[in-house]
């Protein structure tokens, strides 16, 4: 199934028991989706990366098991808890660093729970019903990051059109649709009151230059590319209204793991004095972790340091660290973490989220 060269932004696609993703490792040179059949098939897309955000990895894990689990016939809830839990279990293994699996498959569980005796086909009917919304229920708490992040920037902006920074990939292919940091620009473009979006091209998988100015593009918002070693002299030389990034977890003390360089984004805009904000849906936020020092950090393998669709990049023999990502500490996060339920202080996660549970 290919998109040929019309360009999507669409990061999955679910339609009567099948699941296509649009393989992100392509872009912005080729697009088309490649089927996935099971959780096996789940797993690959993750792990490899042809499919990434946190939001995005966390429904592609269900969706992959709505898909699996469909046509099975379970002889009783026991057989199918065991089965939902053993596969999201091996599904949080692809991508440990990111926290939507693993807040999915509690989720799900606390749904075997509640519906237990409605017997195996009336749990399995439900199991299924929440897998299918969950893309549906993303793209509307994206929208709602959106609105509440664009209408914070331009308060503290007196309501001029603002340039924004973000960084890596958060946007329509990292999510259900629309986006996060991402979608916060699109909600400032919408309101008429972005004066420019920067993407940092997010070495070394470029996930900035492939795939955001992919989305920006798309979308006709006014935009600039630049390297990672740029953001400095970017602020210092511009009036940045705001730096948005998204998140791949954040923990009680509302310290942030997300894609290597945002620490350092989020010290030299502490530096210049530019409002550092993190956009996450509250699934990315786990509270079973006090501070950041908790998180595991996943490690990619070095020829993603090295080489780019087969050309190489570096000395033979060079040994390299590649970190997939870093933890930004809360006193960094200046404007606060952007969810779907307002702006909150970095320091304030944990008693907002105790708050509306």
């Given at each position: 199934?290919?998109?040929?060269?019309?360009?999507?932004?669409?990061?999955m696609?679910?339609d009567?028991?099948?699941?296509?993703?649009?393989d992100?490792?392509?872009?912005?040179?080729?697009?088309?989706?490649?089927?996935?059949?099971?959780?096996?098939?789940?797993?690959n897309?993750?792990?490899?990366?042809q499919?990434?955000?946190?939001?995005?990895?966390?429904?592609?894990?269900?969706?992959?098991?709505?898909?699996?689990?469909?046509?099975?016939n379970?002889?009783?809830?026991?057989?199918?808890?065991?089965?939902?839990?053993?596969?999201?279990?091996?599904?949080?293994?692809?991508?440990?660093?990111?926290?939507?699996?693993?807040?999915?498959?509690i989720?799900l569980?606390?749904?075997?729970?509640?519906?237990?005796?409605?017997?195996?086909?009336?749990?399995?009917?439900?199991l299924?019903?929440a897998?299918r919304?969950?893309?549906?229920?993303?793209?509307?708490?994206c929208?709602?990051i959106?609105?509440?992040?664009?209408?914070h920037?331009?308060?503290?902006?007196?309501?001029q059109?603002?340039?924004?920074l973000?960084?890596?990939n958060?946007?329509?292919?990292?999510?259900?649709?629309?986006?996060?940091?991402l979608?916060?620009?699109?909600?400032?473009?919408?309101?008429?009151?972005?004066?420019?979006?920067y993407?940092?091209?997010t070495?070394?998988?470029n996930?900035?230059?492939?795939?955001?100015a992919?989305?920006l593009?798309?979308?006709?918002?006014?935009?600039?590319l630049?390297?990672?070693?740029?953001?400095?002299a970017?602020m210092?030389?511009n009036?940045?209204?705001?730096?948005?990034?998204?998140?791949?977890?954040?923990?009680?003390?509302?310290?942030?793991a997300?894609?290597?360089?945002?620490?350092?984004?989020?010290?030299?805009?502490?530096?210049?004095?530019v409002?550092?904000?993190?956009?996450?849906?509250?699934t990315?936020?786990?509270?079973?972790?006090q501070?950041g020092e908790?998180?595991?950090?996943?490690?990619?393998?070095?020829?993603?340091?090295?080489?780019i669709k087969g050309?190489?990049?570096?000395?033979?023999?060079?040994?390299?660290?590649?970190?997939?990502?870093?933890?930004?500490?809360?006193?960094?996060?200046t404007?606060?973490?952007?969810?779907?339920?307002?702006?909150?202080?970095?320091s304030?996660?944990?008693?907002?989220?105790?708050?509306?549970?």
């Amino acid at each position: 199934m290919s998109g040929g060269n019309a360009r999507t932004l669409e990061a999955m696609k679910y339609d009567s028991g099948c699941l296509y993703i649009l393989d992100q490792l392509l872009l912005p040179d080729e697009s088309q989706y490649v089927q996935v059949k099971d959780t096996e098939d789940g797993w690959n897309v993750i792990n490899k990366m042809q499919v990434r955000g946190a939001p995005a990895i966390g429904i592609t894990a269900c969706l992959s098991l709505a898909v699996e689990m469909e046509p099975i016939n379970f002889s009783s809830t026991d057989e199918l808890t065991d089965y939902v839990t053993r596969k999201m279990k091996y599904l949080v293994t692809a991508r440990p660093t990111a926290v939507n699996i693993a807040d999915s498959a509690i989720k799900l569980n606390t749904l075997i729970e509640k519906h237990k005796e409605q017997g195996v086909s009336g749990l399995k009917h439900v199991l299924l019903e929440a897998i299918r919304n969950m893309q549906q229920q993303d793209i509307n708490t994206c929208k709602a990051i959106g609105l509440h992040g664009a209408q914070h920037i331009l308060k503290h902006n007196d309501n001029q059109c603002v340039k924004v920074l973000t960084h890596c990939n958060t946007g329509s292919l990292a999510t259900g649709g629309y986006g996060t940091a991402l979608g916060v620009v699109r909600a400032l473009s919408e309101l008429g009151k972005l004066d420019r979006a920067y993407c940092t091209e997010t070495r070394p998988y470029n996930q900035g230059s492939r795939l955001t100015a992919y989305e920006l593009v798309y979308d006709n918002i006014p935009s600039t590319l630049i390297c990672d070693s740029m953001t400095s002299a970017l602020m210092k030389c511009n009036t940045i209204g705001a730096v948005v990034v998204g998140a791949d977890r954040v923990v009680s003390n509302g310290d942030t793991a997300n894609k290597i360089g945002t620490y350092q984004l989020a010290i030299a805009a502490k530096y210049h004095g530019v409002p550092f904000y993190v956009a996450a849906p509250t699934t990315s936020i786990d509270t079973r972790l006090q501070t950041g020092e908790e998180i595991v950090i996943e490690e990619r393998p070095q020829n993603e340091m090295t080489s780019i669709k087969g050309i190489n990049l570096a000395a033979k023999g060079i040994t390299c660290w590649n970190p997939a990502f870093d933890v930004t500490p809360n006193e960094l996060i200046t404007g606060g973490i952007i969810t779907e339920h307002g702006v909150w202080s970095a320091s304030d996660v944990k008693i907002k989220m105790e708050s509306i549970i």
